[in-house]
Nanobody, 131 residues
């Protein structure tokens, strides 16, 4: 059974840090491009970051560039999102996702991550940035 199980998240003050994890089972994460999306109340889901399966190249949305870092540990079949200098605007439900065709390269060229390119999704985890 294919699953992406997320952990991490929670409540943090502005300027703080959190790390999200996403553990894959039922498939080999190394063969997939993987990404993080988020959805704030009343807003559409937006792509935050992705990392390709082949060369590890990455994409970051302008809103998180320089503050968030995506990484993968293929030996652990796990994806991470390190979030630093968090802002109230980062408050959202965060989702990890995986797809086999490396659409992360498209995101690097166009600046857009399309959620319908992704086949497998985590359950979502709440991140709240508030004082």
């Amino acid at each position: 059974q294919v699953q992406l199980v997320q952990s991490g998240g929670g409540l943090v003050q502005p300027g703080g840090s959190l790390r999200l994890s996403c553990a894959a089972s039922g498939f080999t994460l190394a063969n997939y491009a993987i990404g993080w999306f988020r959805q704030a109340p009343g807003k559409e889901r937006e792509g935050v970051s992705c990392i390709s399966s082949s060369d590890g190249s990455t994409y970051y949305a302008d809103s998180v560039k320089g503050r968030f870092t995506i990484s993968r540990d293929n030996a652990k079949n796990t994806l991470y999102l390190q979030m630093n200098s968090l802002e109230p605007e980062d408050t959202a439900v965060y989702y990890c996702a995986a797809e086999p065709l490396n659409y992360c390269y498209t995101a690097q060229d166009t600046g857009v991550m399309a959620s319908n390119d992704y086949d497998y999704w985590g359950q979502g985890t709440q991140v709240t940035v508030s004082s």
